[in-house]
């Protein structure tokens, strides 16, 4: 996917006036992201998304690297914020509210499905915590999502 037609995408799901607020948005969720994520994790993401959206998630991994020990930590885990320093974090970026945010990083979400592989897909279902999994597409929570422990398949 392009970045033009990914930024495109954004916009009109996320019902933003122009292509420079739905740019502002996938930077500062990818951004946001990463500081979530191993480092590991956003690197692979990377590789599979044009380069104009790779960039945050490159940057914002290259500044993890201040020690061997860091660098061998966040490799495996991400800064540990739930739903809302995510979206206080996307919100700041964009000077956006909350509110807005979360509806940016969704649609923003929906977008990231269909542009990487599903098996990433997967793995940053993986590392989230639910509440931000809440974010991601529909159909992608319904596989993950365990069965209730009582309820029986007929």
Same mark, same amino acid.
């Given at each position: $996917?392009?970045?033009?037609? $990914? ?37 692979? $993401? ?74 990433? $897909? ?33």
């Amino acid at each position: $996917m392009r970045y033009e037609e $990914m930024t495109g995408l954004v916009q009109t799901r996320a019902q933003l006036p122009d292509r420079q607020s739905a740019e502002r948005a996938v930077r500062a969720t990818l951004e946001t992201l990463a500081e979530r994520i191993p480092d590991g994790l956003a690197g692979h $993401m990377a590789a599979q998304l044009p380069q104009e959206a790779a960039e945050p998630l490159r940057r914002v991994a290259a500044s993890h690297e201040s020690s061997p020990e860091e660098r061998a930590y966040r490799r495996d885990h991400g800064e540990r914020f739930d739903l809302t320093g995510f979206a206080g974090r996307i919100a700041w970026r964009t000077e956006h509210t909350e509110e807005e945010a979360l509806r940016e990083a969704a649609a923003f979400f929906e977008v990231l499905d269909s542009a990487v592989d599903p098996e990433l $897909m997967e793995k940053l279902y993986g590392v989230l915590p639910n509440d931000i999994r809440e974010l991601l597409p529909e159909s992608r929570a319904e596989q993950n999502t365990p069965p209730e422990p009582n309820s029986r398949t007929e």
